[in-house]
T-cell receptor, first 113, second 113 residues
Framework: NAGVTQTPKFQVLKTGQSMTLQCAQD?????MSWYRQDPGMGLRLIHY???????DQGEVPNGYNVSRSTTEDFPLRLLSAAPSQTSVYFC????????????FGSGTQLSVL | AQTVTQSQPEMSVQEAETVTLSCTYD???????LFWYKQPPSRQMILVIR??????QNATENRFSVNFQKAAKSFSLKISDSQLGDAAMYFC??????????FGQGTELSVKP
């Protein structure tokens, strides 16, 4: 059982470039979410989804897009990377809701130069 | 808006001793969920303990227990018989019925042999 798989683990971008962070889970979880982790600020919710075809904004959505075409996949797109988006990104999933145990991916460390 | 505050950026404990990590939160809701997550140097987020606000009994998981004071909006984590493997960043988190998870800033725990 792979759990939650995030790719890539590390990425360096130049300002203005776009890219997609991939997240896939094989546990048939309905709930998926993206967080960014910055020093001294904990994890902040970017976007989340409660099922295929349903997404919503979290606390810090600006500059990011998501889609949920399948239950398994929840990619996060950076439209035009900025240095302020340098962070560690985590994807997480749960079966019955965000008030249950979350299963996290191993994170993507992104640097925007 | 709900907030979660961890006032101790760093804590240190001697191996085999007991340490308590503090967490306070702000909410006007009566029904919610509280969590402690552990993030070791591997960066993997691991659920330590979960508390449902309507339950008066404090949650316990082996050497980990919480002191949940609903009126004071306090949710501290006690680690007994500390082990070297307990060294990690610990995050307190709050989730309301709407399902958005809010994290505190984190407390970095070091364990001295």
């Amino acid at each position: 059982n792979a759990g939650v798989t995030q790719t890539p683990k590390f990425q360096v971008l130049k300002t203005g470039q776009s890219m997609t962070l991939q997240c896939a889970q094989d546990m048939n979880h309905e709930y998926m979410s993206w967080y960014r982790q910055d020093p001294g600020m904990g994890l902040r919710l970017i976007h989340y989804s409660v099922g295929a075809g349903i997404t919503d904004q979290g606390e810090v959505p600006n500059g990011y897009n998501v889609s949920r075409s399948t239950t398994e996949d929840f990619p996060l797109r950076l439209l035009s990377a900025a240095p302020s988006q340098t962070s560690v990104y985590f994807c997480a999933s749960s079966y019955t809701g965000f008030n249950e145990k979350l299963f996290f991916g191993s994170g993507t460390q992104l640097s925007v130069l | 808006a709900q907030t979660v505050t961890q006032s101790q950026p760093e804590m240190s404990v001697q191996e085999a001793e007991t340490v308590t990590l503090s967490c306070t939160y702000d909410t006007s809701e009566s029904d919610y969920y509280l969590f402690w997550y552990k993030q070791p140097p591997s960066r993997q987020m691991i659920l330590v303990i979960r508390q449902e606000a309507y339950k008066q009994q404090n949650a316990t998981e082996n050497r980990f227990s919480v002191n949940f004071q609903k009126a004071a909006k306090s949710f501290s984590l006690k680690i007994s018989d500390s082990q070297l493997g307990d060294a990690a960043m610990y995050f307190c988190a709050y989730c309301n019925q709407g399902g958005k998870l809010i994290f505190g800033q984190g407390t970095e725990l070091s364990v001295k042999p």
